[in-house]
């Protein structure tokens, strides 16, 4: 029977850390945006890419490759 209530003390504790640790977050607003996560995946085609700049306008770029195949 103590074994009983050792259970039931552990598992009310660790519910009550795990209540404070959502309340902290909710606080900190780590659940308020909840559409963006599921509709960034259809945005990634939206955002506009820099072209990559040729080796002549860097040629310490095309040293630094040229070195690292040898």
Do not use: H, W
Request: proline share 4%.
């Amino acid at each position: 029977m103590d074994i009983l209530y050792l259970m039931i003390l552990c598992s009310v504790s660790l519910a009550v850390v795990f209540l404070i640790v959502f309340i902290i977050n909710v606080k900190k607003g780590q659940f308020e945006d909840d559409e963006s996560p599921a509709v960034r995946i259809l945005l990634d085609s939206e955002i506009i890419k820099e072209e990559p700049e040729s080796d002549q306008e860097k040629p310490e770029l095309k040293n630094k490759t040229e070195a690292k195949s040898d």
